[in-house]
DNA sequence: GTCTATATATTGATAGAC
DNA sequence: GTCTATCAATATATAGAC
């Protein structure tokens, strides 16, 4: 927890965002990070002790990030129906990003779920950020009950059809599938 | 296109299998086959003269064991309909294992799509055999022009929801979405 | 805080005896 | 076909001058 403001700091956090995402975690070495930042090895290392580090402050970046927007649409849309619509719509706003290199979310988690990795639980809650507010407005626009299963539901639907419009280079395939969910959400009953 | 068929070079096969399933294809190292194997790193490189080399044999393995799958499932189940639940019931049946370590094909893919692989296309080819056979089952089961939509439809969720359920380490999640898409089959019209 | 130089371990890959 | 010994490149990480 750094009070400093340093820009080289987040310099290196951005730069290793963009490139874990593009490249994975495990193929993204120093060297990169030093060739896309322009910043020398050892002035890395005075911010961040190992490449875990970094790692962790990617995953920290991204979770204010997320926590940002969900904040920002919970103030802007009262109607939890409208909120899940705006879920939908972010994922069909993102679909050439998710399209060129997966979601950022998932493949993250899917790289990081595999055998000896220390982060898959910090990896994860960024999954439950999506999950929790889903479920929240799934809790208000209806069955409580049924929230959770739906939020996952919700999710899990997303993140497949970015892997088939990831794998097959097809940005329409999203939209279709978002547009499906759309019709769901129409469909649900309110509270 | 070896034609002899030594014990050794499947072993080694087997166990990258087995390895990049589990820990992702960058994380194997030559020493964790060696040490799986028993087999000497000398000796691998007799086999193969490059980790990349070891990668295609793994996916042509995938490949040849998929294709065999489906191909017994058209000989013993002559309604597409029923051939549809088959592949349902695989998901369900795996879901253990989805759950520890996500699904090897949709995992694979997600690592292999990433920068400067130059996999993509072989591994893609995985998807290809269930998104072909997919598509057959539901053009022979009703409106083909919209077979290989609701083939990716298919796939996507069965990928989202292995994904949750490998995030989330609960099976049941997987098991949960899969009925659901076996009421949908179950409602599609007949041809 | 930024840099150069370097340490140390591990990687994929080779050479060659048996 | 199997093995030991080793290479060259790259990885993360450290030391210390400025």
Redesign the pocket.
């Known amino acids: 927890m750094k009070t ?1 403001h ?1 820009q ?1 700091r987040e310099h290196i956090i951005e730069a290793a965002k963009l490139l874990f995402y593009r490249r994975g975690y495990a193929r993204t ?3 990169d990070i030093v060739e896309h930042t322009g ?5 890395i ?2 911010y961040f ?4 580090a970094i790692l962790d402050a990617v995953i920290e970046q991204r979770a204010r990030e997320y926590r940002a927007t969900l904040s920002a649409w919970d103030k802007a849309l009262p109607d939890p129906r409208d909120r899940l619509r705006r879920f939908v719509h972010m994922v069909v706003s993102n679909r050439e990003d998710l399209t060129r290199y997966g979601c950022p979310i998932g493949s993250l988690n899917t790289e990081l779920g595999k055998e000896e990795y220390r982060h898959r639980e910090s990896a994860r809650r960024l999954f439950d950020l999506f999950r929790d507010w889903l479920t929240a407005q799934f809790a208000s626009l209806g069955d409580p009950g049924q929230a959770r299963a739906r939020a996952l539901h919700l999710l899990g639907r997303a993140e497949g059809i970015s892997l088939m419009g990831h794998v097959y280079n097809d940005p329409d395939l999203i939209a279709a599938e978002m547009d499906l969910i759309g019709q769901w959400i129409d469909t649900l009953e309110p509270a």
């Open positions: 400093t340093g080289t070495s120093f060297s910043i020398q090895r050892g002035n290392y005075h002790k190992t490449k875990d």
